[in-house]
């Protein structure tokens, strides 16, 4: 083989290397800049904050912090000997009431069967309105006495989701009012992925996408589909001023950072051994797979 053909091959060969490498880079650099994928991401779930429907001491704690519930578990119970007493006097009220309705209804019945001659008209007005009021009065009876039940029946705090019960606080003896937070449960059914992508990767993010979320300390990847993506995020350089205007900070910079903005993932098959709010995740998003992305929905 001649000297000029083994420098042929050798330049060849380098040029072949060389513009591999240049093919390899953009590549590298298109996926890493263009595609839709980010490691800003969150896994997210709904937290039920439950307080007390009554006022009182609490009597009872029946869960324990971290504690798995379901739903319709009783989570705390209020004393309940106030409202046992309210109770028992609505329902002797009602009792009462009622007696008094048919004495009302038996007077107005004889009356009415007597003559004009032995009674007016008017005593048997009064003898229907009587009856009348004390109708009125029963029913406000019994409206106390099924607020009385549903007093009681809410001294007892129940879990209204499946979930778990987190940084519990609440001890036996601590005084609860209504409109207070005291129990907080992490949804289980609600879990998922909120990944935060540059702007500049949305156009090629469609809701129904297929997405690859993968926990820094779960092993396995995850799947789930794009769920939607926010249409607004809090512009922090324009707030109204004063006067009712914008109010906007001069920028120096000369670099312009995209914003990012969330997309809501939504899990498959989320193992319930992985999943706690607030794990950071990686989201990588498969454009173009809607159609399979809606047949496995």
Do not use: C
């Amino acid at each position: 083989m001649s000297a000029w053909l083994k420098r042929g091959l050798r330049v060849a060969l380098t040029l072949a290397v060389v513009a591999g490498g240049v093919v390899a880079g953009v590549y590298v650099w298109r996926s890493y800049v263009d595609d839709p994928w980010t490691r800003d991401g969150r896994v997210r779930a709904d937290i039920v904050r439950l307080g007390p429907d009554v006022s009182g001491p609490v009597t009872e704690v029946r869960v324990i912090d971290n504690q798995i519930v379901k739903k319709g578990d009783v989570l705390f119970v209020v004393d309940q000997e106030r409202f046992r007493l309210a109770l028992e006097l609505a329902r002797a009220t009602e009792e009462g009431r009622t007696s008094d309705l048919d004495q009302k209804r038996r007077e107005a019945a004889r009356r009415e069967k007597l003559s004009t001659a032995a009674v007016s008209e008017e005593v048997r007005e009064q003898a229907r309105a009587a009856v009348e009021t004390a109708e009125a009065a029963l029913a406000q009876a019994v409206a106390n006495r099924k607020t009385a039940e549903l007093n009681l029946a809410r001294t007892e705090v129940r879990a209204p989701v499946n979930g778990h019960v987190t940084n519990l606080l609440l001890r036996p003896g601590d005084y609860v009012s209504p409109g207070n937070a005291v129990v907080a449960i992490v949804d289980s059914d609600s879990f998922y992925v909120s990944g935060y992508f540059e702007e500049t990767k949305l156009r090629s993010i469609r809701p129904g996408d297929r997405a690859i979320v993968r926990l820094m300390g779960y092993s396995q990847d995850l799947t789930g589909h794009v769920q939607s993506v926010a249409r607004a995020i809090v512009d922090r350089d324009n707030q109204s001023g004063d006067a009712l205007i914008a109010n906007v900070n001069p920028s120096f910079s000369w670099v312009r950072l995209a914003q990012r903005v969330p997309v809501r993932i939504r899990l498959d098959q989320p193992p319930e051994e992985a999943m706690t709010a607030g794990l950071t995740a990686t989201v990588v998003i498969e454009p173009n797979t809607r159609a399979e992305g809606r047949a496995g929905r």
